[in-house]
C-alpha cells in the first residue's frame, strides 16, 4: 500500500504571505484562526523546514512560558533559520510569564538598564524575585545589573540560579562567562561560554570568545 503524500500544512501558506507582505498582524490572525499552541509546538518539534519555521515565529509571538522546551529545543535545529527564529522568540517567551504586574516589573528592570539605572534595576529585580523566586528571568537581569556595578560575585549567583530555574537560559550562561572574566579566570569563563553554545550555537560573538580563550589557555 502506498502511503499518504505528504499534505503541507496551511499554516506554511500563512508563513509564505507573511515573508512577502511582512504583516505580523495578519499572519497572527490567520495562525491563531486555525491553530492552537499544542499543535504549533508539534510542528515545530516535527514537521519540515519550512513548517518548523512557521511554528517557531507564530509561539514567539503567542505563546507563553509552557512552550520554554520546545523552544529551547529549537535553538539547536537543524536549520539555520529556525535557530535565528527560536532565539528572538525564546527571548519574549522568558519575559512573559507570571502576573501581569510581575511582567510590568520586569519590563521597568529591563528598561532601567537600558537607560543604564543599574542600581534602580537591582532594586526593582530584588522586589520580584522575593514575590516570584521561579521567574529565570528576573535573577538574570539582576544579575546584568550587578554586573554592571561591578558584583560580579553576586552576577555569578544570580545567574547560577537563572540556569537552574531554566536550563535554556543561554544569555545567563554567556553572563557567567563575562563575569568570570572580569574575575581574571579564563577556565572558569571558557566553561561558561561553552555551555551557552550548547544551549545557542548561533552565539557567534561566544564562538569567537571561545576560539580565543582556547587559544590563549594553550598559549597560542
Known amino acids: ?16 504571505q507573511y515573508l512577502i507582505d511582512q504583516n505580523i498582524d495578519a499572519y497572527l ?6 491553530y492552537i499552541i499544542s499543535t504549533l509546538e508539534r510542528i515545530l518539534s516535527c514537521g519540515d523546514r519550512m513548517g518548523r519555521r512557521s511554528a517557531v515565529l507564530a509561539l514567539g509571538q503567542l505563546a507563553d512560558y509552557q512552550s520554554n522546551r520546545v523552544l529551547g529545543c529549537a535553538l539547536v535545529d537543524s536549520d539555520r533559520g529556525v535557530r535565528t527564529l527560536a532565539e528572538n522568540s525564546i527571548r519574549n517567551l522568558w519575559m512573559r510569564v507570571g502576573t501581569l504586574t510581575q511582567r510590568h516589573q520586569l519590563s521597568v528592570i529591563v528598561e532601567s538598564i537600558d537607560e543604564k539605572e ?3 534595576a537591582a532594586r526593582v ?13 528576573a535573577w538574570c537581569q ?4 550587578y554586573f ?15 540556569l537552574e530555574i531554566n536550563a535554556y537560559h543561554f544569555t545567563a550562561a554567556s553572563l557567567m562567562g563575562q563575569a568570570h572574566l572580569l574575575r581574571s579566570d579564563p577556565l572558569a569563563a571558557l566553561e561558561s561560554f561553552r555551555r551557552a553554545l550548547r544551549l545557542n550555537p548561533n552565539m557567534e560573538e561566544v564562538r569567537a570568545q571561545v576560539i580565543h580563550l582556547q587559544k590563549s589557555i594553550k598559549g597560542e
Open 142 to 145: 539582576r544579575g546584568k545589573a
Open 1 to 16: 500500500m502506498k502511503r499518504d503524500s505528504y499534505q503541507r500544512p496551511l499554516l506554511v501558506e500563512f508563513y509564505e
Open 118 to 120: 543599574y542600581e534602580q
Open 148 to 162: 554592571h556595578l561591578g558584583n560580579y560575585e553576586a552576577t555569578l549567583r544570580d545567574c547560577l540560579q537563572a
Open 125 to 137: 529585580a530584588d522586589q520580584l524575585i522575593q514575590n516570584a523566586p521561579w521567574i529565570a528571568e
Open 29 to 34: 490572525l490567520a495562525v491563531t484562526g486555525r
